[in-house]
């Protein structure tokens, strides 16, 4: 691929897309902290990515037809530290597990402000066999968010492995995620089609339901797939074949969201690409 004039091959174009996440993150949200969980086996070249990155290393499975299942138990093993180390820090901490494939571009901490009584909470769409994204997880970092956070984890994953082994391996942790709610939920059909806010318990932990137009939203994919973006859009997720925008787009226009805060020509910038198609 190229990108601003240089080609992208291997390993760079996975670091240029974590890159990108990191300092849109930054940009959005100035007082977070970005840790990546990963393999222990892992090379990572920090230098390639912005200072101030923290780490962690998880032990698991994490070959290619396993790497959604591993993703679940990662989270799960970090969740478990944050539980023993509850009361240590000055001051409460939330988290948000997100794919990397993403430019922030608005405050997603403010979930937890607005919305001060979830445990968990995840982003939907209205799609009958897949209505969650498991591309974003918001936590609550109190003893009791995170216990209920690594319960409903559990749950899915303990799903995954009776039921979904054998799906598509981009495809598992949705499946779960779709029959852990079914399952332990009263029927959310209608408010999937409604696309708004609400409020569900599943197996006991509060579960926000946020619509993902608004907290995790997909270009469309490919020629003539202009459909517009929602105005109060907090993240773009380039999901596939897409990553090759996600870094074109914040290429172009870095420079001018750094100096102004303003996204709005990279939005633009996103929309247009909706009459061409594109590769990673």
């Keep these: 691929s190229v990108v601003g004039g240089r080609v992208l091959r291997g390993l760079e174009k996975g670091y240029s897309v974590l890159r990108v996440f990191v300092e849109s993150a930054r940009l959005a949200m100035p007082n977070s902290q970005q840790l990546v969980l990963t393999d222990p086996a ?6 390639r ?20 299942l591993q993703r679940l138990d990662s989270y799960i093993a970090f969740l478990d530290d944050q539980i023993k180390q509850v009361g240590k820090a000055d001051s409460l901490q939330h988290f948000i597990f997100a794919d990397s494939d993403m430019i922030v571009v608005g405050d997603l901490g403010c979930v937890f402000l607005e919305f001060p009584s979830f445990d968990v909470a995840l982003t939907f769409r209205n799609n009958k066999e897949q209505p969650i994204n498991s591309g974003m997880i918001f936590v609550r970092g109190s003893k009791d968010g995170l216990a209920k956070g690594k319960l409903l984890l559990q749950s899915v994953v303990d799903s995954y492995r009776r039921d979904f082994f054998r799906a598509s391996r981009m495809m598992g942790d949705q499946l779960a995620f779709a029959w852990v709610v079914r399952h332990f939920a009263d029927p959310l059909e209608d408010s999937f089609k ?10 006991g932990v509060e579960v926000l339901f946020l619509p ?3 907290y995790n939203w997909t270009p469309a994919e490919g020629a003539g797939q202009f459909h517009g973006m929602p105005l109060d859009v907090k993240a773009i997720h380039f999901k596939g074949s897409r990553k090759r925008l996600m870094l074109e787009a914040w290429d172009s226009h870095k420079h001018q969201v750094a100096a102004t805060k303003d996204l709005l020509p990279l939005q633009c910038f ?11």
């Design 212 to 214: 993902c137009s608004s």
């Design 270 to 280: 996103v929309l247009k690409s909706g009459r061409s198609k594109y590769d990673f």
């Design 42 to 47: 892992a090379a990572i070249s920090t230098e």
């Design 49 to 68: 990515l912005p200072a101030g990155i923290s780490f962690q290393r998880v032990p698991g499975n994490y070959s290619r037809g396993n790497l959604m």
């Design 194 to 203: 409604q696309g708004k806010v609400f409020k569900s318990q599943v197996k």
